[in-house]
């Protein structure tokens, strides 16, 4: 028989549809950007320590395992100590910890008397404030968590979906620890801030910089201008301003239809690029989005992204303490080694 421990593991769900062919840009992406009003990004560069509990009994590093949801990887979690597991998005773009009004129900979540903002892509709506006593994945446990109720997934969707992650964990986390994602084999790393930054060989540092207390990197599409793009595992696709996709000629290869709740109304190109440079690497064939140049001023036709179409390939180290993102391949199964964790 399983121990409760062995339950907690994340597996993914039978019929699951997981995508990594390169390029790819899943719809979701288009409605959660362009169906965002447009609002100007705070340039807040210094990061605010975010007071998030480890337990005091969590040793590091540790792992836990991810599956997907929608391209965007997921996990299972206990909350407040319930047996009933709930779905966990990790969204490094998300501005806060948020859990949705049906998941703050049924886990009995402490409400605040009090707002805090949430960034979601381009949006940023002020919600009530909760605390979670406990969250805990795996050997993983959190305590004392600050968290909003807001419908991330409904946000981002612009429709509620059943099978929606019931809480998101935004960059909030990125600030507790050092953590790599393995996307390829669906692991996550948590260690010590301090810890040293991956020195392999094939490795690629990209510096971080953070506005609104969320995760940013200079982005460059073929030999043009640089521009800031946020660094979201919760975007399944990339997006990049509409004024370089003109300057470069881009056709869309196909176009979707978009509607701001104001009912304006524009359209997002989607189309392949032949060169991305994010820092010092260098992506080839990249599937990405941008909005219709004329479209209404309700829309930020500047808003870029760089998502999980570019990212899953890659095992990326995040540093808050440091403002590094590390890139590098994935490990073969006879590179792999075990990380111990808390028995």
Excluded at 155 to 172: E, H, N, Y
Excluded at 309 to 327: G, L, Q
């Amino acid at each position: 028989m399983k121990s409760e421990r062995e339950n907690m593991a994340t597996k993914p769900r039978r019929g699951t549809k997981i995508r990594y062919g390169r390029g790819v840009i899943s719809l979701c992406l288009c409605v959660s950007v362009v169906g965002a009003l447009a609002q100007g990004v705070k340039n807040d560069l210094l990061l605010t320590p975010y007071p998030l509990k480890l337990s005091t009994e969590l040793t590091l590093p540790n792992t836990a395992a991810f599956s997907y949801w929608r391209d965007i990887p997921m996990l299972e979690a206990s909350v407040n100590g319930n047996l009933v597991r709930e779905r966990v998005a990790l969204s490094t773009g998300l501005s806060a910890l948020t859990v949705s009004k049906d998941a703050y129900t049924r886990n009995k979540i402490q409400a605040l008397p009090s707002q805090h903002s949430v960034s979601a892509m381009e949006k940023t709506d002020n919600a009530p404030a909760a605390l979670v006593k406990m969250l805990q994945f795996e050997n993983v446990l959190f305590s004392d968590l600050p968290f909003t109720i807001h419908d991330t997934a409904i946000q981002l969707l612009q429709k509620d979906r059943a099978d929606a992650p019931g809480v998101w964990l935004g960059a909030p986390l990125l600030m507790t620890c050092q953590i790599t994602f393995d996307f390829p084999n669906r692991t996550l790393l948590l260690e010590s801030r301090k810890a040293a930054l991956p020195n392999e060989e094939k490795r690629v540092e990209v510096p971080l910089i953070f506005q609104n207390n969320r995760p940013y990197v200079k982005m460059q599409a073929g030999n043009g201008k640089t521009f800031l793009a946020l660094v979201d595992t919760g975007s399944p696709g990339t997006l990049i301003p509409s004024d370089i996709a003109t300057k470069l000629k881009l056709t869309p290869e196909t176009t979707v239809p978009m509607k701001n709740p104001d009912g304006s109304q524009t359209s997002l190109g989607l189309a392949t690029l032949s060169l991305l440079k994010i820092g010092a690497l260098e992506e080839r064939g990249v599937r990405v989005g941008f909005l219709n140049p004329g479209a209404p001023v309700s829309f930020n036709k500047n808003f870029a992204v760089l998502g999980m179409n570019v990212m899953r390939k890659y095992r990326i180290c995040f540093n808050t303490e440091k403002k590094k993102a590390v890139f590098m391949p994935p490990k073969t199964r006879e590179e792999q080694t075990e990380i111990p964790t808390t028995p």
